[in-house]
């Protein structure tokens, strides 16, 4: 399973963005999928995940800011980020706790990481 995530980049404080994140290979199943992040000097955090059933959760610090939502039929995580402050500022890492068809056991996969700034 290989996770690949898009939409970082440089944004002013109170502008919005979308993170897409879509997973490929012999998947056999997708649980839960997600957004961590990582600022410099810190640990990764969880941003929001969703399962697959739709339920999701968020950190506290972004919630009514941020969306996350996923399409099954692409295997497609995103996360729509509005309001973004300069503490959003991180490194923004995609998750999928997935089976895939060659191990037929669960375990977490992450993608490569994709920068976000928020700064004027």
């Known amino acids: 399973v290989q996770l690949q995530a898009s939409g970082g980049g440089l944004v002013q404080p109170g502008g919005s963005l979308r993170l897409s994140c879509a997973a490929s290979?012999?998947?056999?199943?997708?649980?839960?999928m997600g957004w961590y992040r990582q600022a410099p000097g810190r640990q990764r955090e969880l941003v929001a995940h969703?399962?697959?059933?739709?339920?999701?959760n968020y950190a506290d610090s972004v919630k009514g800011r941020f969306t996350i939502s996923r399409d099954n039929a692409k295997n497609t995580v995103y996360l729509q980020m509005n309001s973004l402050r300069p503490e959003d500022t991180a490194v923004y890492y995609c998750?999928?706790?997935?089976?895939?068809?060659?191990?037929?056991?669960?375990?977490?996969?992450w993608g490569q990481g994709t920068l976000v700034t928020v700064s004027s």
């Open positions: 998750n999928a706790y997935a089976k895939s068809v060659a191990t037929m056991m669960y375990r977490d996969y």
């Open positions: 290979g012999t998947i056999f199943s997708l649980n839960t």
């Open positions: 969703i399962i697959d059933g739709g339920s999701t």
